[in-house]
T-cell receptor
Framework: GNSVTQMEGPVTLSEEAFLTINCTYT??????LFWYVQYPGEGLQLLLK?????DKGSNKGFEATYRKETTSFHLEKGSVQVSDSAVYFC????????????FGKGTHLIIQP | DVKVTQSSRYLVKRTGEKVFLECVQD?????MFWYRQDPGLGLRLIYF???????EKGDIPEGYSVSREKKERFSLILESASTNQTSMYLC?????????FGPGTRLLVL
């Protein structure tokens, strides 16, 4: 079956540090890959996505590249801000139609000023 | 903007009660989903629906049922609530592969 593995944290960084959150997956076929973010007290918001190998998703300074050869979709940001503190979820969708997402367990990111 | 709303942000129920969690979306999406979110487990899919009156089991359907009588509304039903159903419940909707989430309902079963 499908699965997503990501570092769980918490990950604590200082403001302006470089961020990497690792995500690897197991899936049948050619999944679409997503990063969602959950700010305190809120639901999940789509941060970025990639639908095929070598695609790069980007948004709000975050980037992730779909690497089929290493089955990875690592999230990166060059300079984090306190406002980036949140829980980040890596997810995949491998089916067509209305199939649900398979999520990782989430990574709690804490940015200190 | 897509808006997904859930009927309650917080809910406290007693063991054995029948519980209804309601979700409404305003973008005419065909697909709707219910997940539960637990610390250390991430989000897990309970049920989803790809059309009115259609439903499919997700990864953890036991103890739950759903209803979709109208396109915009998807209800999650706990027939007889148990303490292990204490969790955060998230509803989502989609037209294509991107899912849009509601704010969640935090359910406590005593």
């Amino acid at each position: 079956g499908n699965s997503v593995t990501q570092m769980e944290g918490p990950v604590t960084l200082s403001e302006e540090a470089f961020l990497t959150i690792n995500c690897t997956y197991t899936a049948t076929g050619y999944p679409s890959l997503f990063w969602y973010v959950q700010y305190p007290g809120e639901g999940l918001q789509l941060l970025l996505k990639a639908t095929k190998a070598d695609d790069k998703g980007s948004n709000k300074g975050f980037e992730a590249t779909y690497r089929k050869e290493t089955t990875s979709f690592h999230l990166e940001k060059g300079s984090v801000q306190v406002s980036d503190s949140a829980v980040y979820f890596c997810a995949l969708r491998s089916g067509g139609g209305a199939d649900g997402l398979t999520f990782g367990k989430g990574t709690h990111l804490i940015i200190q000023p | 903007d897509v808006k997904v709303t859930q009927s309650s942000r917080y809910l406290v129920k007693r063991t054995g009660e029948k519980v209804f969690l309601e979700c409404v979306q305003d973008m005419d999406h065909e697909n709707m989903f219910w997940y539960r979110q637990d610390p250390g487990l991430g989000l897990r899919l309970i049920y989803f629906s790809y059309d009115v009156k259609m439903k499919e089991k997700g990864d953890i359907p036991e103890g739950y049922s759903v209803s979709r009588e109208k396109k915009e509304r998807f209800s999650l039903i706990l027939e007889s609530a148990s303490t292990n159903q204490t969790s955060m419940y998230l509803c989502a909707s989609s037209h294509t592969e991107t899912q849009y989430f509601g704010p969640g309902t935090r359910l406590l079963v005593l």
